[in-house]
């Protein structure tokens, strides 16, 4: 399922950046998300303690983990999406995407976004599709270790670029 492999690949994200010296928030550390149980509409409240948690510790980057799905089963490659809230996201983004063009071979571009956590916080940051579920090749290659590696790997570069 996308949450499981999307926590394992956020793990190795977060080993390899800690490793070189970031602080790291995890917004989840298990299968729970942060809504509460008195949220009326429970998505919403979770996306919404999202961004409460960004300024609660005075964030300086976002990394959204997904796993996306396609009509069809050929459709593959990682990709990042941006909204323009702030300029610093499309500078992020683009890095990000040359080093999974480089990393990654993925084929895909840069793309906007306007969804509703990404549109509502003025934190940099961008919405990471790591693959696509859909893809049966891509799917093998997200549930095992080494290439959970290689994609963090590829956003700890790329993060490591932007702060420099």
């Not at 995890?26 to 300024?55: A, C, F, Q, V």
């Not at 089963?73 to 990042?80: F, L, M, R």
């Not at 702030?86 to 890095?95: L, P, Q, Y």
């Amino acid at each position: 399922m996308e949450k499981d492999i999307v926590l394992e690949i956020s793990f190795q994200l977060r080993d390899a950046l800690m490793e070189k010296g970031a602080i790291v928030y995890m917004t989840r550390d298990s299968d729970e998300d942060l809504s509460s149980r008195w949220d009326p509409k429970k998505k919403r409240g979770d996306l919404y303690r999202r961004l409460l948690m960004y300024k609660k510790y005075d964030t300086e980057l976002y990394l959204s983990i997904h796993i996306n799905a396609g009509s069809k089963a050929s459709e593959k490659g990682a990709e990042v999406l941006y909204h323009p809230i702030n300029k610093n996201n499309k500078v992020f983004g683009t890095i990000l995407m040359e080093h999974f063009k480089k990393d990654l071979k993925t084929k895909r571009k840069l793309l906007k976004t306007d969804l509703y956590m990404y549109r509502n916080t003025t934190v940099p940051g961008v919405l990471i599709e790591c693959g696509f579920l859909t893809n049966p090749d891509e799917r093998y290659l997200m549930q095992k270790e080494s290439y959970q590696k290689k994609i963090a790997s590829s956003i700890t570069d790329a993060v490591i670029e932007y702060f420099q």
